[in-house]
């Protein structure tokens, strides 16, 4: 047991009076604490602590609500990503949550940090009833010292968890029984009716969204990478499904980060201390470093497993699509502790576009790059939902619109200028269709994606030909060795020409019609993150 755990934590300015709270418990206390008091939990044949989130086993965007308050009602970009909450409706879910953990035998308390740049990060407190909760934040937030523990002091911001508990339908503003308040101003977030461990890391991201900004840092939903020679690193933007994750696994490169990142006057920075898998169809095979890292210190949500022998079956999606695996940032090797790197040399928009017209990797100005950064661009194949036939176009701004709270002009800018003041190449790559759609064309080769990223890193894209492309004017590269000409060129790749300025036209439209609806305030209905 860490010198710096406390048995019996005075909560008592938190409101809160039960006598058994366990301050910042280490991994193995907290796999005792679950297996003694949380029914249900487990371990797997690998060691990983298994745990069950009830019925949310994904975020709730919709329950999701910003206090409305003076100091602040003028900077939130209002609307389907941040509801209002009026003050009087949080103070009585506060209450409420702080109720319910009041019910509690035994508590846990994680004190860490979210962001590795000591300028920069946020002491965070964590208040929960579940050990698996406190193991979760305990690996996704940066762990303190001894040391630092000892001189923590008054936290930044306070996160109640209460999620066993529902909010109350009747409160106003109330849509259901779940609700995930923040409160700018108070520094504290209050969970009610979700035990999704998720909602607690996307709501330290969401709070550094809005306080990063206010000081010139830009937050950013990315991966991000450097190289092990030269110490240069890359930032990469892409949604679910466009090779973020896999693309960042590099054995040339270091991983800053997997997922959330900072980007101030110094470099970048992550501003987690672990990843956040996702579990579903994982294996050795396909991606080794994550199913390695799913280990003794681990946690995995909402796995199905065999009584026998506690062996998890990935591909078992019965409970949820979305199982996940949760695991310290040290347990990929190849990570880079502290979690930081200088300026980087590039920024890479990665979007799976199913149309098959995107050129597989461009260069883009810094306007294109601010116009690209907003809307936030992949495609969903048809097929996954009864009824599509055809690609579904997918836009969240900044490529993390559910965790704005700024809007995603004031991002853009940042990014701009970040761009113009250190120098930083831009670029856009396609990691889905070529020579036609889904279903027409083919999905371009992992091999082919790899060959660009490498050309991007060391630097032979940087004077590369290029030309326009003649639907999105922007300066598609059409020469890399070792690739075949054609496939650099989208109309080159299709049979049917027609068929290709028809895919074409319409993705343009689609992207004209998200940017005039995030201009005049509006969103896309698609929102991921």
């Known amino acids: 047991m860490s010198s710096m755990t406390i048995e019996n934590m005075d909560l008592s300015h938190h409101g809160i009076t039960v006598k058994t709270v366990i301050r910042n418990a280490s991994p193995s206390r907290l796999y005792e604490e679950a297996i003694r008091f949380d029914p249900g939990t487990s371990i797997s044949s690998t060691g990983a602590l298994m745990a069950y989130s009830g019925d949310k086993t994904g975020r709730s965007p919709q329950d999701k609500r910003i206090v409305k308050h003076p100091q602040s009602e003028a900077d939130v970009w209002w ?8 003050e009087r409706a949080y103070l009585i879910n506060r209450e409420r949550a702080i109720d319910y953990l009041n019910t509690q035998s035994r508590l846990y308390v994680v004190d860490a940090y979210a962001g590795w740049d000591p300028r920069q990060r946020l002491k965070i407190r964590v208040i929960c009833s579940r050990p698996y909760h406190a193991l979760f934040m305990h690996t996704m937030l940066i762990r303190p010292t001894d040391e630092e523990l000892e001189t923590f002091g008054t936290p930044d911001f306070v996160i109640y968890n209460s999620g066993r508990f529902p909010a109350n339908r009747f409160t106003t503003g109330m849509t259901s029984r779940t609700s995930v308040d923040l409160s700018l101003e108070r520094g504290e977030i209050v969970i009610l009716g979700t035990e999704y461990a998720g909602e607690m890391k996307k709501g330290v991201f969401t709070v550094m969204n809005y306080l990063l900004p206010r000081r010139g840092v830009l937050s950013m939903h990315c991966s991000a990478t450097e190289d092990k020679k030269t110490g240069s690193s890359s930032v990469l933007f892409g949604l679910s499904g466009t090779g973020k994750t896999t693309l960042s696994a590099d054995p040339k490169r270091l991983l800053i980060g997997d997922d959330e990142h900072g980007w101030g006057d110094k470099g970048i920075f992550n501003i987690e201390g ?9 294996s050795k095979e396909s991606e080794p470093e994550i199913f390695q890292a799913l280990r003794f210190g681990a946690v995995l949500e909402n796995v199905v497993y065999d ?3 506690r062996h998890v079956d990935f591909d078992n999606a019965s409970i949820t699509q979305n199982t996940r695996g949760a695991y310290p940032l040290e347990y990929i090797e190849g990570a ?4 930081m790197s200088g300026h980087p040399e590039h920024v890479i928009f990665l979007t799976c576009d199913a149309f098959g017209v995107m050129p597989p990797v461009s260069k883009l100005t810094t306007e294109e790059a601010m116009y690209h950064f907003v809307s936030g661009y ?7 939902e009864m009824g599509v036939k055809e690609p579904q176009a997918t836009f969240s701004p900044c490529f993390g619109g559910p965790f704005l709270v700024w809007k995603p002009a004031r991002y853009a800018e940042l990014l701009a200028d970040k761009i113009r003041k250190h120098s930083v190449k831009v670029w856009l ?8 759609g889904y279903g027409v064309g083919k999905r371009i080769k992992l091999a082919y994606t790899r060959k660009i990223i490498d050309s991007i890193h060391d630097g032979s894209l940087n004077n590369a030909p290029t030309a326009a492309d003649p639907f999105f004017g922007i300066q598609a590269v059409t020469q890399i060795e070792g690739l075949p000409d054609e496939l650099l060129t989208p109309r080159r790749i299709w049979n049917d020409e027609v068929a290709y300025e028809t895919a074409a036209r319409k993705l343009k439209q689609l992207f004209d019609e998200n940017y005039q609806a995030i201009s005049e305030g509006r969103v896309s209905s698609s929102m991921e993150g």
């Open 429 to 436: 790559v396609n990691t889905g269709w070529a020579g036609g």
């Open 79 to 86: 609307g389907p990503v941040n509801f209002a909450l009026e």
């Open 336 to 339: 880079k502790i502290p979690a």
């Open 274 to 282: 672990g990843c956040y898998a996702k579990a579903i169809y994982l």
């Open 378 to 384: 992949t495609a969903k194949v048809a097929g996954t």
């Open 307 to 309: 009584d026998a022998h």
